[in-house]
């Protein structure tokens, strides 16, 4: 036990350092970018670098490096197990959004989207790890496959008020709710526009919006797509900006107002995020 806890925390420190999959990002761009860590990323505007966050992934096994992979999985089964010390022994900054990954081409393995805080939440676990969690950087709005957030399945089981506002939504994620909402049909038709084929193959979950309203903005990779989509609040809406870092002239921004209607504003060497 003492050898495989160790071997992992060992991984885990690596995940940091390196390419978090072996088909989307190179690990010059992976350096620049932790997914907890703001990172300068381009032009915006007024502003001449911005920071953002990487949305944190979940696709098929497969797809990320066998350590990364075997991280998720072995996060989600702590969860599962109910192994809270572990759990937050292991969780870091970088990771602790990680979510058990599905298997391809096995239908008995669909991805639940519970992350450590949704399994403490589900699991009953005494505070401390909800504190700690939070501490290191948990989403409070992410939601399962089932539409559930960790508040929401705190509800469920009844536990303690403290807690219950320890997982309370931010407000400015309940007052938009609504137009969170559409704005993120628009954004994931504007995603299947352009890469439907990748997100399939690769078995890429798409973005939940709210996280851009609880963290900031983030960028969004797509396996094999050498690039991915930029996502940051634009006047009453969201500005998404695409590109491919192999294809000279990938680029498009897309503007998505709070209504769901969406506008390409730029394409080619013309955008500027």
């Given at each position: 036990?003492?050898?495989?806890?160790?071997?992992?925390?060992?991984?885990?420190?690596?995940?940091?350092?390196?390419?978090?999959?072996?088909?989307?990002?190179?690990?010059?761009?992976?350096?620049?970018?932790?997914?907890?860590?703001?990172?300068?990323?381009?032009?915006?505007?007024?502003?001449?670098?911005?920071?953002?966050?990487?949305?944190?992934?979940?696709?098929?096994?497969?797809?990320?490096?066998?350590?990364?992979?075997?991280?998720?999985?072995?996060?989600?089964?702590?969860?599962?197990?109910?192994?809270?010390?572990?759990?937050?022994?292991?969780?870091?900054?970088?990771?602790?959004?990680?979510t058990g990954l599905p298997i391809k081409d096995?239908?008995?393995?669909?991805?639940?989207?519970?992350?450590?805080?949704?399994?403490?939440?589900?699991?009953?676990?005494?505070?401390?790890?909800?504190?700690?969690?939070?501490?290191?950087?948990?989403?409070?709005?992410?939601?399962?496959?089932?539409?559930?957030?960790?508040?929401?399945?705190?509800?469920?089981?009844?536990?303690?008020?403290?807690?219950?506002?320890?997982?309370?939504?931010?407000?400015?994620?309940?007052?938009?709710?609504?137009?969170?909402?559409?704005?993120?049909?628009?954004?994931?038709?504007?995603?299947?526009?352009?890469?439907?084929?990748?997100?399939?193959?690769?078995?890429?979950?798409?973005?939940?919006?709210?996280?851009?309203?609880?963290?900031?903005?983030?960028?969004?990779?797509?396996?094999?797509?050498?690039?991915?989509?930029?996502?940051?609040?634009?006047?009453?809406?969201?500005?998404?900006?695409?590109?491919?870092?192999?294809?000279?002239?990938?680029?498009?921004?897309?503007?998505?107002?709070?209504?769901?209607?969406?506008?390409?504003?730029?394409?080619?060497?013309?955008?500027?995020?």
């Amino acid at each position: 036990m003492v050898r495989s806890t160790t071997l992992c925390h060992r991984v885990l420190n690596w995940i940091n350092k390196s390419c978090c999959c072996r088909r989307s990002c190179s690990r010059t761009d992976r350096d620049a970018s932790s997914s907890k860590e703001p990172a300068l990323t381009g032009e915006i505007d007024d502003l001449p670098v911005f920071s953002s966050y990487d949305y944190p992934l979940c696709l098929y096994e497969d797809v990320f490096h066998k350590g990364i992979s075997e991280c998720h999985q072995k996060l989600d089964k702590l969860g599962e197990d109910k192994n809270w010390d572990e759990l937050v022994s292991l969780v870091n900054t970088g990771n602790v959004d990680y979510t058990g990954l599905p298997i391809k081409d096995d239908s008995n393995s669909l991805p639940s989207l519970y992350t450590p805080l949704h399994h403490a939440a589900a699991g009953n676990a005494p505070k401390y790890v909800f504190e700690d969690l939070l501490k290191k950087g948990a989403t409070k709005c992410f939601k399962t496959t089932n539409g559930e957030t960790a508040h929401d399945l705190a509800v469920k089981n009844s536990l303690e008020e403290d807690i219950l506002k320890l997982l309370e939504l931010p407000e400015n994620v309940k007052n938009k709710s609504e137009s969170i909402a559409i704005m993120e049909k628009s954004l994931h038709a504007v995603i299947l526009e352009r890469v439907e084929k990748l997100i399939q193959e690769h078995g890429v979950q798409l973005p939940q919006l709210a996280f851009l309203y609880e963290k900031g903005p983030f960028h969004y990779s797509v396996p094999m797509m050498y690039g991915g989509f930029n996502v940051k609040k634009y006047n009453d809406g969201i500005k998404v900006h695409s590109f491919c870092r192999v294809w000279g002239g990938s680029e498009q921004d897309h503007i998505i107002e709070r209504n769901g209607k969406t506008t390409l504003k730029a394409t080619g060497y013309d955008c500027a995020y």
